[in-house]
């Protein structure tokens, strides 16, 4: 999400104006009181990368939105996912499940090209994993967030 969400301006310690680069999309958002001494304590190498800038990672290690009471609709709807794939138009069109290898498609071209290219690749290394998703697809016009 943190290439999805972009904070255009913070109105005060706790009430910013985001915009979603995919949709364009502008909104105010606050930090949840209960979360807000958490949001002060960012620190980046907590958070995997291209995380939303509202992600925090608590004491016991776990992810938290510090806006989830005022987080927009496209925030509802999103799951995390490792990686998505967004095609010509900026429409998401594919997705690997956070943690996982799986693949979740309903275009038939997409899914041939992975079934192809990329799900018989045996690569141990998931940073190169990863690394080989994305350049397959890009090579194919397809946009990737991970």
């Known amino acids: 999400m943190g ?4 904070i255009l301006e913070e109105l005060d ?3 910013f104006r985001i ?3 995919v949709t364009g999309e502008e909104r105010v958002v606050s930090v949840d009181p209960d979360k807000r001494a958490l949001f002060h304590l960012h620190d980046d190498k907590t958070l995997p990368p ?3 800038p ?3 990672q608590t004491s016991n290690k776990k992810y938290v939105c510090a806006v989830h009471t005022s987080r927009p609709e496209l925030c509802c709807r999103y799951s995390c996912y490792r990686i998505l794939v967004l095609d010509s138009q900026e429409r998401t069109v594919g997705r690997v499940t956070d ?3 799986y693949f979740i498609t309903g275009d038939a071209d997409l899914r041939r090209l992975w079934n192809r290219e990329i799900a018989c690749v045996k690569i141990l290394d998931e940073k190169c994993w990863e690394e080989h998703v994305e350049q397959t697809l ?4 397809y946009r990737v967030i991970r």
């Open 50 to 52: 291209m995380a939303c």
């Open 3 to 6: 290439e999805i969400i972009e």
């Open 19 to 21: 915009k979603f680069t």
């Open 54 to 56: 509202f992600l925090r």
């Open 138 to 141: 890009i090579r194919s016009g």
């Open 99 to 101: 943690a996982t290898r």
């Open 13 to 15: 310690p706790f009430f």
